[in-house]
């Protein structure tokens, strides 16, 4: 099956170029774009310290969706941890000899399918039965839970169904990273798997998988409360400054 | 006023069924070309109005980092739904935040994004048509940029800053709004939002000095144009003469009075609103900020502090700084600028205030957080000082005061519904029914705490509660500044009262009362 292998290889390598060079675009973007004003959603932390806190606890606890709806928080939360669990219990397969830690992580790892298939699936219920928002959801946020969805299930099937050869997967992942190319097994379950994935990449960096960097150039919680003492002026506004006296 | 209905008061704010529509008919009044122009925007909708709006949602794009990420970020969690009290008090899904910040992202998807060229479909992306347009006046102007759904958004994506940007845009290609861009060209013209000129306020500011005489005996001055002055005062000047405002900067004069500093207010530079803010004009905004800067300079005062105002707030605590600083040649020890409310509380933690707790005996009152206050400024050192401050205010002045639900003041607080340059009458129906939420909660302390009176620190809260009010069976003057409760309870030196010394006692620490 050289056509499949040097199909997912290609995929592989171009849809990581096209991640990295996607993602790196839009930071470089957000980070080149000034802030004109100071607009932190107060209270907010009065030094830089209190508001790398503020955005730790945005990341890691979803703090603002705590606030505003239980529900939302608890699906979405449960969804983002397991699927930090997965990813981290796939470092396995580029890794040789494995991590030690990623050897304990394994046995968390391999239920947390199941977290995110529940996650995944009560947001999409939300999206379907309360009407407000399925007022605001369009095609492309129903096709993103079913790209995940499609992910999270044809792993869980080659875990638990289906297994997968996976001294040959890993065979073909550690070629791609070491340019060493190698036979993909023939899994059709596993072809599906590999070939969503290729599509979350592909889609990441102009799609609203972008929330993920964006949370972190967000000036309504990036921002320090210091307005009084320090002057923030932004390059194009000391422009207009330096114009206009 | 139109034939709409006044929403029935519930005991908590219920969560309305959708209604498609129901406020599309909702927009404010075009400025003509002499509001227009004076501000540098075209006078009608330009013949092609579609290619500049384009254009000028570009150059914000590169302008505004807030802009672009928030346009990006949305996953439409729905997380913002129930937040604004537009769409709690009409049922309209555009006036959920998402929904409203949607009607931008998608001409944003459609002329900046891979996805929006290539699959328009998919993503929900929309071409700047007409009715997009249309839909762009009416739901960007039932945005009071309150931010409370800033405060719920995961990635903290704030409304405010989209409706600032689309009220900018169509400013640039003509469709401004007319009570906003006639007011900031009054300010550029006359120095104030009323058109009120130097002569017209001197004869104000003279008569509440003889209304507090006749009052207490005591001659306490509201100077104007006073060089050399320690302070200057920059307050929204519906403080010169609404109701209840005024009574309010009565009550800054005799605090001021009472501490013995000189101060004045200026007649270049009398308005501490500045509405360019809500249009999302940097220019403009800066260009009345320099008025400020500029009255400082020429009266060589020392100080500057601010009136009860909550958008006004805002720019002079978040954006002064950038707009007309550096603030180099005022006195580097006090915070530039200093709210009222600091400058008040300052001198209660000194002790160097009296109170007569009960003036204010014929009051249970409640404070009402202004949105611009809470969720956008900090009074005093420590963050939350915008919550406590005014509350620890009145406590020191009155004795009955208790709060509303929890999830309604401090940062959850709601919008008086008539912030954000909705002030007007054209937008009546929208201001009543935006107002629900927020009666919800009072008509609950209503209830049970007996609560007559509520306290507003914002001048568009004021005149707003006044105004709808009656709409909900109320009488317009339950709404009360702080400081003209400051007013009642302080004690003059000299004061002429009937009880004397035995009633008073210093307001340094509420003793009574929860917390």
């Known amino acids: 099956m050289a056509v499949l292998t040097a199909i997912f290889t290609v995929g592989f390598y171009a849809a990581t170029a096209w991640l990295i060079y996607g993602l790196l675009r839009k930071i470089v973007q957000y980070w080149r774009t000034p802030a004109p004003l100071k607009i932190p959603t107060m209270p907010a932390p009065l030094t830089r310290g209190g508001v790398a806190m503020r955005l730790v606890r945005e990341v890691v606890l979803f703090e603002s969706l705590f606030k505003s709806n239980k529900w939302i928080w608890l699906f979405g939360w449960m969804f983002h941890a397991a699927l930090l669990l997965a990813m981290l219990r796939h470092l396995r397969y580029f890794t040789e000899p494995v991590w030690s830690w990623v050897v304990l992580v394994q046995p968390f790892g391999t239920y947390a399918g199941f977290a995110m298939l529940a996650g995944l699936g009560a947001l999409w219920l939300r999206r379907v039965l309360v009407e407000r928002i399925r007022y605001i959801s369009g095609p492309s946020d129903h096709l993103m839970l079913a790209l995940l969805l499609g992910i999270t299930a044809s792993g869980l099937v080659m875990r638990y169904v289906a297994r997968t050869d996976i001294v040959a997967l890993k065979q073909f992942i550690i070629g791609l990273m070491r340019f060493d190319w190698q036979p993909m097994p023939t899994d059709p379950v596993l072809a599906v798997h590999l070939g969503l994935v290729i599509v979350l990449m592909t889609v990441f960096p102009f799609s609203k998988l972008l929330h993920a960097p964006g949370l972190f150039f967000s000036p309504t919680r990036n921002q320090v409360d210091s307005a009084r003492e320090k002057r923030h002026l932004a390059s194009w506004a000391a422009k207009l400054e330096a114009r206009g006296e | ?515």
Not at chain 2, 16 to 34: D, I
Not at chain 2, 310 to 325: K, M, Q
Not at chain 2, 429 to 441: C, N, Q, S, T, Y
């Open chain 2, 1 to 515: 006023m139109g034939d709409y209905k006044v929403p029935e008061l519930t005991e908590f704010t219920e969560i309305p069924a959708l209604q498609e529509g129901a406020m599309s008919h909702s927009h404010p009044y075009l400025a003509a070309p002499e509001h227009q122009e004076p501000l540098g925007f075209p006078g009608e909708l330009v013949e092609d109005w579609h290619d500049r709006a384009i254009a000028r949602f570009g150059e914000l794009l590169d302008k505004s980092r807030a802009l672009r990420v928030y346009l990006d970020s949305c996953v439409r969690c729905g997380a913002c739904t129930d937040k604004c009290h537009y769409f709690l008090g009409t049922g309209d899904p555009k006036n959920m935040p998402v929904a409203r910040q949607d009607l931008m992202r998608k001409v944003y998807r459609r002329h900046f994004t891979f996805a929006g060229k290539w699959l328009p479909w998919l993503v929900g992306a929309e071409d700047l048509t007409e009715e997009v347009l249309d839909d762009w006046y009416s739901y960007f102007h039932q945005c009071s940029q309150c931010r409370r759904c800033s405060v719920y958004c995961p990635y903290g994506i704030d409304t405010a800053e989209l409706s600032m940007a689309a009220r900018d845009i169509m400013d640039h290609i003509g469709k401004g709004q007319k009570y906003c861009n006639e007011i900031i060209g009054k300010v550029h013209t006359i120095g104030n939002n009323l058109g009120l000129p130097g002569p017209a306020l001197a004869d104000t500011l003279e008569g509440l000095e003889e209304d507090i005489e006749d009052e207490t005996g005591v001659k306490v001055r509201l100077p104007l144009d006073e060089k050399g002055a320690e302070i200057l005062l920059v307050t929204p000047s519906a403080d010169f003469f609404a109701e209840p405002h005024v009574d309010g900067l009565m009550g800054y004069a005799k605090v001021f009075h009472q501490a013995g500093v000189s101060w004045t207010i200026s007649s270049y530079a009398s308005e501490a609103a500045n509405f360019a803010m809500f249009i999302g004009s940097y220019e403009q905004m800066r260009e009345i900020a320099l008025r400020i800067r500029k009255a400082a300079l020429d009266l060589g005062v020392k100080r500057l502090v601010f009136g009860e105002c909550g958008h006004a707030w805002r720019v002079a605590y978040s954006f002064l700084n950038t707009l007309a600083g550096p603030w180099d040649f005022l006195d580097q020890k006090y915070p530039i600028p200093q709210h009222i409310c600091e400058f008040t509380y300052d001198l209660i933690q000194k002790g160097a205030l009296k109170f007569d707790k009960s003036a204010n005996d014929d009051m249970t009152l409640t404070f009402h957080d202004s949105c611009n206050v809470a969720r956008a400024t900090r009074m005093g050192g420590v963050p939350g000082g915008q919550f406590e401050i005014p509350r620890a205010i009145a406590r020191a002045v009155c004795n009955n005061f208790v709060d509303m639900a929890p999830d309604s003041i401090r940062e959850g607080t709601y919008c008086c519904g008539g912030g954000g340059g909705l002030l007007t009458d054209d937008l009546m129906e929208l201001r009543v029914k935006g107002a629900k939420p927020r009666m919800d909660a009072l008509n609950q302390v209503v209830q049970t705490d007996g609560v007559t009176h509520m306290i507003a620190i914002c001048a568009i809260c004021k005149s707003q509660f006044s105004k709808v009010f009656p709409e909900y069976g109320m009488g317009m003057d339950r709404v009360v500044s702080l400081h003209q409760l400051v007013s009642n309870a302080i004690i003059l030196d000299g004061q002429t009262t009937d009880e004397d010394d035995d009633e008073t006692k210093a307001g340094a620490a509420p003793t009574e009362t929860e917390e």
